[in-house]
């Protein structure tokens, strides 16, 4: 509502975006952020594209082996959380270099809406109450005061309503004095005396240096259409447009919306792309990422040549030796905005995991990121999700560890057509893509695209994720006898995908993902 506000005001889509972002660090702990960081793709109604990377970074004092013992083993936990996990807080220089460029409205005009929802405060849904409950042992273990979110006398409720003012003063430097409202003067003390009490390594000068970059997104055709998604450090871009190449020739409509052939064949090409993601993705500022050599259409070609209908490939068949799993966070928030003048963002945010590192800056009001996971802490060794990484990803001072966030915005005849994202973690990819598949290929309405079933692979474990009770019994014993390993217990999510669809008459249908608490919103 706050954005869609925004934009009733004569606020565009990337006002609505500041909008939106600060709101959710309000409402929305879990993941909505100012203590993380995000992507950020855009598109401009005279058809220019761009993107943000506003991804958190390791601090100056951040090294390769600082997860390991003495002996070169993972410590378990210490990069998920704690102070040792954050990385370097990207999500307010992102909002603020993207109003800067792009926003009408003033910042007190965006801001001050989420400084009155701290302030006043907002009732827990049945589905938030739950999530702050379970995890109340991880929030105790990890601050220093009591907060908002630490049970006193009974356990938190459905309509509890939860005020935050220490957020709320932060919010107001930021306000009042822009970027360094944050990363200068109070705040950032805040955050340094935080990481002092409990031997954390971000100082003052990690955060009064950190910067949010914009980058070339990654571009290019999809049959008839023409997709745009996030480039690396982000792994979506690169790992959505491998796949959705190489599915390209494939008869899917002519199989059939969720046959064994079309499952199959989706699942051989997730599985590809995924092994190439850990193998050669990672920051672009420290490392050459083969980003032509990964999208040649031969490439991908070459790369599907021995997959078969008749039975599995096995992911050993298909990686590149030796390599870490990482277990990449499914707790992200996604949001999809387009405004009256035909503006389009699609930004995906997040802390990792759920309440992130579970460290609430004391005196400022909010949980700090536990995104240091998502480098690999040595390779070969899974992370959080499961998700393996290389050298390419491995931890070095002021670098960006490695993401799947796919914030993507597709267009047909040079016109906006869809608008979409997820959080997930490593689903976020598949998740993006089966969506898109669901309207482009099997002629689906958006919120028919989001409500489908989805299915998830990514190389490592080698085992199909299916949604409970969304798939017949039937197809899952015709992928099972192919070879595959199926897993239909409850994953936290696959995905929450938020999107918009541009209609033929130039209406707009929002998608949003009943898997959460999500909603759309328009006027």
């Excluded at 606020?11 to 992507?39: Q, T």
């Excluded at 919010?171 to 935080?194: H, N, Q, W």
């Excluded at 945010?349 to 700090?368: C, I």
């Amino acid at each position: 509502k706050i954005g869609s506000d925004i934009l009733k005001k004569g606020g565009n889509a990337f006002d609505a975006m500041v909008a939106i972002e600060l709101a959710l660090a309000v409402v929305h702990p879990k993941a909505g952020n100012i203590g993380g960081g995000g992507f950020m793709i855009y598109r401009l109604n005279n058809g220019e594209i761009g993107s943000l990377d506003y991804r958190e970074q390791a601090p100056l004092a951040a090294h390769k082996d600082m997860y390991l013992d003495s002996l070169g083993n993972v410590i378990p936990g210490l990069s998920e959380k704690g102070v040792l996990s954050v990385g370097v807080p990207g999500t307010i220089d992102g909002i603020l270099t993207a109003h800067k460029r792009f926003g009408k409205l003033s910042l007190p005009d965006l801001i001050n809406p989420a400084i009155e929802l701290s302030k006043n405060g907002y009732p827990l849904t049945e589905y938030h109450a739950k999530y702050v409950n379970d995890f109340q042992k991880q929030l105790k273990a990890h601050t220093r005061y009591e907060h908002e979110y630490i049970v006193k006398d009974s356990a938190f409720k459905k309509g509890d309503i939860i005020k935050r003012p220490e957020l709320a003063e932060t919010l107001t430097r930021v306000r009042d004095s822009g970027r360094a409202g944050f990363y200068e003067g109070k705040t950032a003390e805040y955050i340094v005396d935080e990481m002092q009490a409990q031997g954390g390594i971000i100082t003052l000068e990690d955060l009064k240096t950190y910067q949010a970059k914009w980058r070339d997104p990654i571009s290019f055709d999809y049959k008839e259409y023409k997709v745009t998604s996030m480039s690396p450090p982000s792994s979506g871009g690169v790992c959505l447009a491998q796949i959705l190449k190489m599915v390209e020739d494939k008869p899917l409509k002519d199989y059939g919306f969720h046959s064994p052939e079309a499952i199959q064949t989706m699942i051989e090409a997730e599985r590809r792309a995924y092994a190439d993601r850990a193998e050669f993705l990672g920051d672009p500022d420290f490392i050459q990422v083969p980003l032509n050599e990964l999208l040649d259409d031969q490439y991908l070609k070459d790369r599907m040549s021995n997959f078969s209908l008749e039975k599995a490939t096995k992911s050993s068949d298909v990686g590149h030796g030796e390599i870490t799993v990482l277990q990449e966070s499914m707790e992200t928030t996604h949001y999809s905005i387009v405004d009256a003048d035909g503006n389009a963002v699609s930004v995906t945010t997040t802390l990792n995991s759920n309440f992130g590192s579970k460290v609430m800056v004391k005196g400022a009001g909010f949980f700090l990121n536990n995104e240091m996971d998502d480098f690999s802490a040595k390779p070969g060794v899974p992370n959080l999700y499961g998700l393996v990484g290389n050298k390419a990803n491995a931890i070095a001072p002021k670098k960006r560890m490695l993401s799947s966030m796919t914030p993507t915005i597709v267009e047909k005849d040079g016109k906006l057509f869809m608008v979409v994202g997820t959080p997930g973690g490593s689903t976020i990819i598949t998740s993006v893509f089966q969506t898109i598949l669901n309207v482009t290929q099997f002629d689906m309405g958006m919120q028919e695209a989001v409500n489908a079933p989805r299915f998830h692979h990514q190389w490592l474990p080698d085992i199909v994720a299916f949604e409970p009770n969304g798939f017949d019994a039937e197809i899952i014993k015709a992928i099972e006898a192919k070879g595959y390993i199926t897993n239909q217990e409850r994953m936290p999510i696959i995905g929450k995908v938020d999107a918009i669809l541009v209609l033929p008459d130039g209406t707009l249908e929002g998608g949003a993902d009943p898997r959460g608490d999500d909603f759309a919103s328009g006027f």
